[in-house]
């Protein structure tokens, strides 16, 4: 499926040109697809210049190193201030879009533009996305761009290849969680109820969400919390690597101090850790040492961890 994507890419732009879309359900591998398309065209096309653009500095990591993986000696540096990398003179580029969107000049001119999420980009001419699409154009306005998503769709806007002001011109391959799981590429999930929920009957809600502080303070009550780790701890005998999506920063500490005190090892990563207590712990979780890892709306889009065989939406 992967190659039948790249296929579709090439094939549209021989006969139509213009900007595709790939539609690939989440573990599917769009970072060796992004690779592999990279790798052809510097194959066919040595003069070439390509800038991958993502959100997250992990993702950015992720697709850097699979690129490295299936082409060990590919003219690819890295642009994040995360990273702590500022490459801008190779051949193939590897960027978070935070770090570059106001420097189009500095990596122009650039033939091809990849993005992974593509569904981050907003329809209209705003954002950071935008803002670096249209300072490449500057320099090279035949700017090419491939965008790769899970879900080809916003919710302000619609599907990213219809409607005015659209970047992509159409979806040239599709492959879901259906036909991932039936074919053995993704593993089937089996969801259980636990044995006890979250009284949500007077959360706060805006948008339609959950008030996030509100659901956290619902959410992390003591007798709550035991019940959910005493679930976890019982269906999660035969399992090796726990990973736990939790309602806010204190519910996901109570998480893990909670699993702890049962025995489990556990941490704790969310949006104020530290970077590079954050890296050691998540490379502990990847590498057995950590059981049980919690988080607080951190470990979503950029996590690839394949060892993971217990998932705890709490």
Same mark, same amino acid.
């Given at each position: #499926?992967? %190659?039948?994507?790249?296929?579709?890419?090439?094939? #549209?732009?021989?006969?139509?040109?213009?900007?595709?879309?790939?539609?690939?359900?989440?573990? @599917?591998?769009?970072?060796?697809?992004? *690779? %592999?398309?990279?790798?052809?065209?510097?194959?066919d096309?040595?003069?070439?210049?390509?800038?991958?653009? /993502?959100? /997250?500095?992990?993702?950015?990591?992720?697709?850097f190193? %699979? @690129? !490295?993986?299936l082409?060990?000696?590919?003219?690819? +540096?890295i642009?994040?201030?995360?990273? $702590?990398?500022?490459?801008?003179h190779?051949?193939?580029?590897?960027?978070?879009?935070?770090?570059?969107?106001?420097?189009?000049?500095?990596?122009?001119p650039?033939?091809?533009m990849?993005?992974?999420? *593509?569904? @981050? &980009?907003?329809? %209209?001419?705003?954002?950071?996305?935008?803002?670096?699409?249209?300072?490449?154009?500057?320099?090279?306005?035949?700017?090419?761009?491939? $965008?790769?998503?899970?879900?080809?769709?916003?919710l302000?806007?619609?599907?990213?290849?219809q409607?005015?002001?659209?970047?992509?011109?159409?979806i040239?391959?599709? #492959? +879901?969680?259906?036909?991932?799981?039936? *074919?053995?590429?993704?593993?089937?999930?089996?969801?259980?109820n636990?044995s006890?929920?979250?009284?949500v009957?007077?959360?706060?809600?805006?948008?339609?969400?959950? &008030?996030?502080? *509100?659901?956290?303070?619902?959410?992390?009550?003591?007798?709550? &919390?035991?019940?959910?780790?005493?679930?976890?701890?019982?269906?999660?005998?035969?399992?090796?690597?726990?990973?736990?999506?939790?309602?806010?920063?204190?519910?996901?500490?109570? &998480?893990?101090?909670?699993?702890?005190?049962?025995?489990?090892?556990?941490?704790?990563?969310?949006?104020?850790?530290?970077?590079?207590?954050?890296?050691?712990?998540?490379?502990?979780?990847?590498?057995?040492?950590?059981?049980?890892?919690?988080?607080?709306? /951190?470990?979503?889009?950029?996590?690839?961890?394949?060892?993971?065989? !217990?998932?705890?939406?709490?």
């Amino acid at each position: #499926y992967q %190659e039948d994507a790249i296929e579709a890419v090439f094939k #549209y732009w021989r006969d139509e040109g213009g900007n595709p879309l790939i539609e690939l359900a989440t573990g @599917l591998g769009k970072s060796l697809v992004v *690779a %592999e398309v990279a790798r052809r065209l510097l194959r066919d096309f040595p003069a070439m210049r390509i800038i991958m653009v /993502v959100h /997250v500095r992990e993702l950015v990591q992720q697709n850097f190193q %699979e @690129l !490295l993986r299936l082409w060990p000696d590919a003219p690819v +540096g890295i642009y994040s201030a995360g990273l $702590g990398q500022r490459d801008t003179h190779h051949r193939i580029i590897y960027a978070s879009i935070q770090s570059v969107f106001k420097k189009a000049d500095i990596f122009s001119p650039r033939h091809l533009m990849l993005i992974d999420e *593509a569904h @981050l &980009v907003p329809a %209209e001419g705003e954002g950071m996305y935008r803002t670096f699409i249209d300072g490449l154009r500057v320099h090279y306005p035949g700017l090419r761009i491939l $965008g790769l998503t899970a879900t080809p769709y916003r919710l302000d806007s619609g599907r990213l290849d219809q409607g005015e002001g659209r970047l992509f011109d159409r979806i040239v391959h599709s #492959y +879901g969680i259906g036909p991932g799981t039936e *074919a053995g590429f993704l593993s089937p999930l089996t969801a259980r109820n636990g044995s006890v929920e979250i009284d949500v009957a007077g959360v706060e809600r805006r948008g339609g969400e959950f &008030v996030p502080s *509100a659901l956290n303070h619902a959410a992390n009550q003591a007798d709550i &919390v035991a019940a959910a780790c005493e679930d976890i701890i019982e269906r999660g005998q035969d399992r090796k690597s726990w990973l736990a999506f939790c309602s806010g920063i204190d519910h996901a500490h109570a &998480v893990a101090a909670a699993l702890r005190e049962r025995g489990v090892s556990a941490a704790t990563v969310t949006g104020n850790t530290p970077k590079d207590e954050r890296d050691r712990i998540i490379a502990d979780f990847k590498a057995g040492k950590i059981r049980a890892l919690t988080n607080a709306q /951190v470990l979503t889009t950029g996590f690839n961890a394949p060892g993971v065989d !217990l998932i705890a939406l709490m």
